[in-house]
């Protein structure tokens, strides 16, 4: 039996995906990889103005400090010109810094008399669902060649009421691979489903593994990546890749899902 699929791990900030293929009773690995959908608006907020030991701290800025025109402005600080719409003149300075307790501490206290502020940091909640689609579309478009090459794709099924935006995502998802997979006739796309989460550790067959988590989620999450480890344990490369990932669970989770659709009896 051959088959080659796509298993989708879905989410916002981390979107999960893995191309597997099953060639008879051995599988390989195609493609692995993470999509973030906030990544490049998060790469543009402002880094921490504060500096430390000669070097700009340079952490994500988490708050900052409006200067009216006027206020004298201690250097070494780098500063964001804000201008005026109409006029293009010169309106505020504005000064970042981060949530760490030094940089607050050493900013606040050249400015007291400068109002601070809580700079919006962009995540699910203040990004209009319009905005995530669009640029997930992008990056859906730019990983056509890898992503559409499949015979069937399976997607993670979100709960409807618990989290209306990951179900939203869902279905950019699928409709996705709808128009340009299953319906263009150009890709071998003949299935897309739907996955319940709650199946995906059912198959595995290795060693004990042992979870003191008492949390169900977490513990799903944790076997997850140790059933992972298992499964590529011979595959050197994957393997170095998997264990040096800061998103394991999320990799895990798209790769087991793939695996138990593939072998599943």
């Known amino acids: ?37 906030l990544d490049e608006k998060i790469s543009k907020v402002p880094k921490c103005s504060n500096i430390i030991k000669d070097k700009q701290c340079g952490k994500q800025a988490s708050n900052y400090l409006v200067l009216k025109t006027g206020s004298s402005i201690p250097l070494p600080f780098p500063l964001v010109i804000v201008k005026d719409n109409v006029k293009d003149n010169v309106k505020d300075k504005q000064i970042y810094f981060c949530n760490k307790i030094t940089c607050n501490k050493n900013i606040t206290k050249i400015y007291p008399n400068d109002k601070q502020k809580t700079l919006k940091i962009p995540n699910a909640k203040n990004t209009s669902i319009l905005e995530l689609a669009s640029i997930l579309l992008t990056k859906l478009n730019s990983i056509q060649s890898i992503i559409l090459d499949v015979d069937e794709v399976i997607i993670e099924n979100q709960p409807a009421l618990k989290n209306p935006t990951m179900k939203s995502i869902q279905m950019i998802v699928f409709t996705y691979f709808v128009e340009h997979g299953y319906n263009s006739g150009s890709f071998p796309i003949k299935n897309i489903h739907l996955f319940s989460a709650k199946n995906k550790l059912k198959l595995y067959d290795g060693p004990v593994v042992e979870c003191t988590k008492k949390n169900p989620y977490d513990k799903r999450k944790y076997l997850s990546v140790e059933y992972t480890k298992y499964y590529i344990k011979d595959n050197v490369e994957k393997s170095l890749f998997f264990n040096s990932h800061s998103k394991k669970d999320d990799l895990a989770d798209s790769f087991i899902q793939g695996y138990y659709y593939l072998f599943k009896k």
């Open 1 to 37: 039996m051959n088959k080659k699929i796509i298993s989708i791990d879905v989410g916002i900030k981390n979107l999960a995906y893995c191309v597997l293929e099953r060639k008879d009773n051995d599988f390989i690995i195609k493609n692995w990889d993470i999509i973030n959908i």
